[in-house]
C-alpha cells in the first residue's frame, strides 16, 4: 500500500450539507462553508498518520488517523478523530472524519490529488449541537 502521497500540506474545506441552491448569490454559497483551514498531514506507518488542522488565527485541531486498504477498485478510506487544543478557540472540541482518496483518472490533465468525506461533531461545544455532520473536501496544495 502506498502512503507516502498523503504527507505534506493540504487545503481542508467543510461543507453544510444544505439542499437549497446558492444560485448565482456568492454570499449565499460563501455561507455553505463549514470550516477551512490548512491540513498537514505526516504518516507515520503503514496504516496509521497524524496531522494537523490550522484554521488560522490560533484555532486548532490535532488529528489522528488510520489508512484502510482498498478492497479492488475501492479507494483507501481514512478513519481520523479530531480534538481541539487546550486553552484555545478549538479547546473542547471533537470530531470524527470519514475520508475517500479520490481515484486518479488516467486521462486526467493536471488532476491535483483529493479527498472527500463527511465530518461530524462528536460532543456539542460553543452551542453546537452534536452529531452535526457537514461533507469536506481536501485539495493537495
Given at each position: 500500500?502506498?502512503?507516502h502521497?498523503l504527507n505534506?500540506d493540504?487545503?481542508?474545506?467543510s461543507?453544510?450539507?444544505?439542499?437549497?441552491e446558492?444560485g448565482n448569490?456568492?454570499?449565499?454559497?460563501?455561507a455553505?462553508i463549514?470550516g477551512?483551514?490548512k491540513?498537514?498531514?505526516n504518516v507515520?506507518?503503514?496504516?496509521?498518520f497524524?496531522a494537523?488542522?490550522?484554521f488560522?488565527?490560533?484555532?486548532g485541531?490535532?488529528?489522528y488517523?488510520?489508512?484502510?486498504?482498498?478492497a479492488?477498485v475501492?479507494p483507501?478510506?481514512l478513519?481520523?478523530?479530531?480534538?481541539?487544543?487546550?486553552?484555545?478557540?478549538?479547546?473542547?472540541?471533537v470530531?470524527?472524519?470519514?475520508?475517500y482518496v479520490v481515484?486518479?483518472?488516467?486521462?486526467a490533465v493536471?488532476?491535483?490529488?483529493t479527498?472527500?468525506?463527511?465530518?461530524i461533531?462528536t460532543i456539542p461545544?460553543?452551542?453546537?449541537?452534536a452529531?452535526?455532520t457537514a461533507?469536506f473536501?481536501i485539495?493537495?496544495?
Amino acid at each position: 500500500m502506498r502512503t507516502h502521497y498523503l504527507n505534506g500540506d493540504w487545503t481542508y474545506r467543510s461543507f453544510i450539507n444544505n439542499p437549497e441552491e446558492a444560485g448565482n448569490d456568492p454570499q449565499k454559497a460563501l455561507a455553505l462553508i463549514f470550516g477551512e483551514g490548512k491540513l498537514t498531514i505526516n504518516v507515520t506507518s503503514p496504516t496509521l498518520f497524524k496531522a494537523v488542522l490550522d484554521f488560522g488565527g490560533g484555532a486548532g485541531m490535532d488529528l489522528y488517523g488510520e489508512i484502510v486498504p482498498s478492497a479492488g477498485v475501492s479507494p483507501e478510506i481514512l478513519i481520523i478523530t479530531g480534538t481541539g487544543r487546550e486553552g484555545t478557540s478549538t479547546d473542547k472540541w471533537v470530531y470524527q472524519y470519514k475520508g475517500y482518496v479520490v481515484p486518479q483518472w488516467s486521462e486526467a490533465v493536471d488532476q491535483v490529488p483529493t479527498i472527500v468525506g463527511t465530518v461530524i461533531r462528536t460532543i456539542p461545544h460553543n452551542g453546537g449541537k452534536a452529531g452535526v455532520t457537514a461533507s469536506f473536501v481536501i485539495v493537495r496544495l
